[in-house]
């Protein structure tokens, strides 16, 4: 299990995405900081979190 427990996390901002290397075991966001994009979003279903990196692959490119 690759989860951790939430010892830094952002307040308040839960997270369900389970393959986000930033989800703890208590669903919380561990990044420091996270980034929603889409600036012509007009729902939620629109919007991104372009702070995702998935445990499962190499996303270190992404990771700047």
């Known amino acids: 299990n690759n989860k951790k427990m939430s010892s830094s996390q952002i307040t308040g901002v ?3 995405v389970s393959s986000c290397k930033y989800n703890t075991i208590d669903c919380k966001c561990s ?5 929603v ?3 012509k979003a007009t729902t939620k279903s629109e919007t991104f979190c372009s702070t995702f990196l998935s445990l499962y692959t190499s996303d270190a490119a ?3």
């Open 62 to 64: 992404d990771d700047k």
């Open 31 to 35: 990044a420091a900081q996270i980034k």
């Open 14 to 16: 839960g997270c369900d």
């Open 37 to 39: 994009q889409n600036d």
